[in-house]
Protein backbone atom coordinates (compact mmCIF):
# COMPACT_ATOMS: atom_id res chain seq x y z
CA UNK A 1 0.00 0.00 0.00
CA UNK A 2 3.14 2.32 0.81
CA UNK A 3 4.65 1.94 -2.78
CA UNK A 4 0.84 2.41 -4.34
CA UNK A 5 0.97 6.10 -2.59
CA UNK A 6 4.51 6.34 -3.75
CA UNK A 7 3.83 6.17 -7.41
CA UNK A 8 0.10 8.15 -6.30
CA UNK A 9 2.75 11.51 -5.44
CA UNK A 10 5.21 10.41 -8.66
CA UNK A 11 2.67 11.63 -10.86
CA UNK A 12 2.84 14.97 -9.27
CA UNK A 13 6.57 15.11 -9.70
CA UNK A 14 6.40 14.28 -13.45
CA UNK A 15 3.80 16.83 -14.11
CA UNK A 16 5.69 19.46 -12.82
CA UNK A 17 8.79 18.12 -14.28
CA UNK A 18 7.12 18.47 -17.99
CA UNK A 19 5.13 21.32 -16.88
CA UNK A 20 9.09 23.07 -16.53
CA UNK A 21 10.29 21.62 -19.54
CA UNK A 22 7.27 22.80 -21.58
CA UNK A 23 7.90 26.66 -20.00
CA UNK A 24 11.85 25.90 -21.45
CA UNK A 25 11.14 24.82 -24.56
CA UNK A 26 8.11 27.36 -25.54
CA UNK A 27 10.31 29.62 -28.09
CA UNK A 28 11.77 27.12 -29.39
CA UNK A 29 9.80 24.67 -30.20
CA UNK A 30 5.92 25.55 -29.46
CA UNK A 31 4.87 21.61 -30.57
CA UNK A 32 6.83 19.86 -28.23
CA UNK A 33 5.71 22.15 -25.63
CA UNK A 34 2.24 21.74 -26.08
CA UNK A 35 2.76 17.75 -26.16
CA UNK A 36 4.54 17.99 -23.03
CA UNK A 37 1.42 20.29 -21.41
CA UNK A 38 -1.14 17.57 -22.25
CA UNK A 39 1.31 14.92 -20.92
CA UNK A 40 1.58 17.24 -17.57
CA UNK A 41 -2.24 17.81 -17.72
CA UNK A 42 -2.80 14.19 -17.75
CA UNK A 43 -0.63 13.03 -14.80
CA UNK A 44 -2.32 15.38 -12.74
CA UNK A 45 -5.45 13.46 -13.64
CA UNK A 46 -3.84 10.69 -12.96
CA UNK A 47 -2.80 11.70 -9.46
CA UNK A 48 -6.43 12.64 -8.39
CA UNK A 49 -7.62 9.32 -10.28
CA UNK A 50 -5.37 7.18 -8.02
CA UNK A 51 -5.77 8.74 -4.85
CA UNK A 52 -9.98 8.52 -5.38
CA UNK A 53 -9.65 4.82 -6.13
CA UNK A 54 -6.75 4.37 -3.41
CA UNK A 55 -9.78 6.07 -0.69
CA UNK A 56 -12.47 4.23 -2.13
CA UNK A 57 -10.33 0.95 -1.42
CA UNK A 58 -9.59 1.89 1.83
CA UNK A 59 -13.28 1.96 2.61
CA UNK A 60 -14.16 -1.28 1.00
CA UNK A 61 -11.70 -3.03 2.88
CA UNK A 62 -12.96 -1.26 6.07
CA UNK A 63 -16.30 -2.78 5.73
Given at each position: MKLQKFFQYAYLFFAVLFTYE????????RNRSYMLLVIAALAV???FFRKRFAKKMEER???
Open positions: AIVNWNSDFMFNKK
